[in-house]
């Protein structure tokens, strides 16, 4: 079954390319810098309540005729939470498939981007640096490879999966010694491998004097009213809240890193962990997946491909992709957030799947692109 379903991603990412030739993965990405929203034009809910300002579809100029086709998708696809934030208001929010708005949802990968925003916010106050080794932090022998082997991995290899770990081994999830082992140097290839990415929290773990849950909570949860906790599921920690927690934290990122007055993030680091973080695939920054490059690469596949990531959505596209299409999509061209929830729509695939341009088929029947 598994080999059903990456045959049909494969054909998904080839049909969806400018061309169906694997690339030339020297070919430098051409990077746009999209318009930020001000903080003076954006709308942000108050923390510790359920109040959330709201703006309607026919302000917006939307095609309102088209919603029911959206949310028919939407239903049938086994989406359980839906919300569209224009500017910070809520524009259109749905619960389907017996699901309510207080329920907790598994954001799988998309939570990557938590831990990628917690880790800038680490190094901005001084407590890591991207370029130390990890080994500095974990110790020696945290890998099954020679200490000077080890010694070349940093945390920035960590965030952008570029740690030239195996990823033959039988399970990229594990994080024990022994399957985290040589295959290249690091920054010579690119690879979707979990464990060296799990590995980020216990760094920083060991960084932060209070340790990284405690942090998190401090310097990002509390601050922007999100709820929500993070769940050890074997080796992997996914974090579970509720789709308006989700869209709380796209909202922090469309408005570069600052809650209402107060800055979490300087907007350089935001900008620069949303920009394509090395040559091997541009459509991925720190943790990060970037729409509207030259060719991407894909989880569990070791090819190229040609074309943007998602083509049927806008160019300047950021997202938070998880396992069983769990979406955070932040477009600053458009002021939007868009949160998606719930189960697969068909295979349980990493990250990006073919779900995203067919639900960007139907986002834009409404948006009248």
Request: charged share 20%; hydrophobic share 35%; aromatic share 12%.
């Amino acid at each position: 079954m598994k080999a059903i379903y990456l045959f049909c991603l494969i054909v998904f990412s080839l049909s969806c390319s400018s061309s169906t030739d694997f690339v030339d993965e020297t070919e430098n990405p051409t990077e746009e810098t999209p318009e930020t929203p001000t903080n003076s034009t954006l709308y942000f809910p108050p923390i510790n309540s359920e109040n959330w300002d709201t703006a309607t579809p026919e302000s917006l100029g939307w095609h309102t005729e088209n919603i029911d086709v959206l949310e028919e998708f939407l239903e049938q696809s086994g989406t359980k939470a839906f919300i569209i934030l224009s500017k910070g208001k809520i524009i259109l929010e749905k619960y389907y498939n017996n699901s309510e708005a207080s329920d907790n949802l598994p954001w799988n990968s998309a939570g990557k981007i938590l831990t990628a925003f917690s880790t800038l916010q680490a190094a901005e106050n001084n407590l890591i640096h991207l370029d130390d080794p990890t080994t500095n932090y974990l110790g020696a022998a945290w890998t099954n490879m020679t200490p000077e082997q080890e010694q070349n991995i940093t945390i920035r290899h960590q965030m952008t999966m570029t740690s030239g770990g195996d990823f033959t081994v039988e399970n990229t999830s594990c994080t024990d010694p022994e399957c985290l082992n040589y295959l290249n140097d690091p920054d010579t290839n690119w690879y979707y491998h979990n464990a060296f990415y799990s590995l980020l929290q216990p760094v920083l773990n060991n960084a932060i004097p209070d340790g990284f849950d405690s942090y998190f909570e401090t310097n990002l949860k509390n601050k922007i009213g999100m709820n929500g906790a993070w769940i050890q599921l074997g080796y992997v920690r996914v974090y579970f809240s509720t789709a308006r927690s989700m869209a709380r934290f796209g909202l922090l990122n469309l408005s570069k890193g600052i809650w209402n007055t107060e800055e979490l993030l300087s907007a350089e680091l935001v900008t620069e962990s949303q920009t394509s973080s090395q040559e091997l695939n541009p459509a991925y920054g720190y943790l990060w997946w970037l729409n509207g490059k030259s060719n991407y690469k894909l989880p569990t596949l070791n090819a190229t491909f040609n074309g943007e990531l998602i083509p049927n959505a806008p160019a300047d596209l950021v997202a938070g992709l998880g396992k069983n299409d769990q979406k955070l999509y932040v477009v600053p061209s458009k002021d939007l957030v868009i949160v998606r929830m719930g189960d697969a729509s068909d295979a349980e695939l990493q990250g990006p799947s073919g779900y995203d341009n067919e639900l960007w088929e139907k986002l834009n029947l409404v948006f009248g692109d």
